[in-house]
């Protein structure tokens, strides 16, 4: 049972400000992805959340199309609790670990119109993400719809890439300094000190125990190879703002 979280908004607001202070295009990146999700499936698609946070996903596609289907699923406790408070039963929240080729056993459906992920797969080194993109793909229906957007530098630009991401990182910076977004750390930090989420983070330290980004961030070219490799028909770019790439693929 998810504990209470007195104004869950709040929390998920907060992180909302923080994760748009790093990606200031993140609107802009999940829109084209719930496009795709409905050009494939209409509107009430089975959607699986993959490695989903907060839930800022799964609450954008429930409020774009309110007849789907959602499931979330991650493995940090603090956030699910966020996750499971912000929902309030609108979506299954479900505890799987991606580290683990089980974690397709915690999943309440068999067959998923679509799965998006979005900043969390580069927390799997190499190896992991391509037998994940395998899994992936049996857990979609025929014809469903795989997206990940995530870091993907472009290596034939790599002094643009270097002056944008300077360029992003100044402005970030300015909006930390003038108070209008929280820092990752200082998120982090009034998670800590809530009666709620507090307790939390002892469990999470456990989940994370040597932190929880690998850091393994290929470009574009790396995931269509992976795609592909794993039996996926079709894979490309839906979806570019300077560093950054949303990868899609088709069962």
């Not at 800022?56 to 789907?68: C, D, E, M, N, Q």
């Not at 991606?98 to 900043?119: F, I, K, M, N, Q």
């Not at 994940?132 to 630009?157: C, F, I, K, Q, S």
């Not at 970030?172 to 929280?182: E, F, L, N, Q, S």
Request: charged share 20%; net charge negative.
């Amino acid at each position: 049972m998810t504990p209470y979280l007195a104004d869950p908004g709040a929390w998920q607001e907060g992180w909302d400000l923080q994760q748009s202070a790093f990606m200031p295009d993140r609107e802009h990146r999940i829109a084209a992805m719930l496009d795709a999700v409905e050009a494939v499936a209409g509107t009430a698609p089975r959607v699986l959340d993959l490695a989903g946070g907060t839930g800022s996903i799964a609450l954008r596609v429930l409020r774009r199309l309110p007849g789907a289907t959602v499931t979330l699923l991650d493995v940090d406790p603090v956030l699910l609790c966020v996750a499971g408070a912000s929902l309030a039963g609108r979506a299954a929240v479900v505890t799987a670990d991606l580290r683990d080729p089980a974690w397709v056993e915690a999943l309440p459906h068999p067959d998923y119109d679509a799965v998006l992920t979005a900043t969390a797969l580069h927390w799997l080194p190499a190896g992991r993400l391509r037998e994940l993109y395998g899994e992936l793909r049996t857990v979609l229906r025929p014809g469903g719809l795989l997206v990940n957007a995530d870091h993907m530098p472009e290596p034939l630009l790599p002094g643009l890439t270097g002056r944008l991401v300077a360029l992003a990182d100044a402005r970030r910076d300015a909006r930390y300094a003038a108070g209008a977004a929280p820092t990752w750390t200082g998120w982090w930090e009034l998670a800590a000190a809530d009666p709620v989420l507090g307790p939390l983070m002892a469990r999470r330290a456990v989940v994370h125990p040597k932190g929880a980004s690998a850091e393994h961030l290929p470009p574009v070219g790396w995931h269509l190879e992976a795609l592909r490799e794993a039996g996926f028909t079709e894979a490309g770019t839906l979806w570019r703002g300077g560093p950054d790439a949303a990868v899609a693929a088709v069962r």
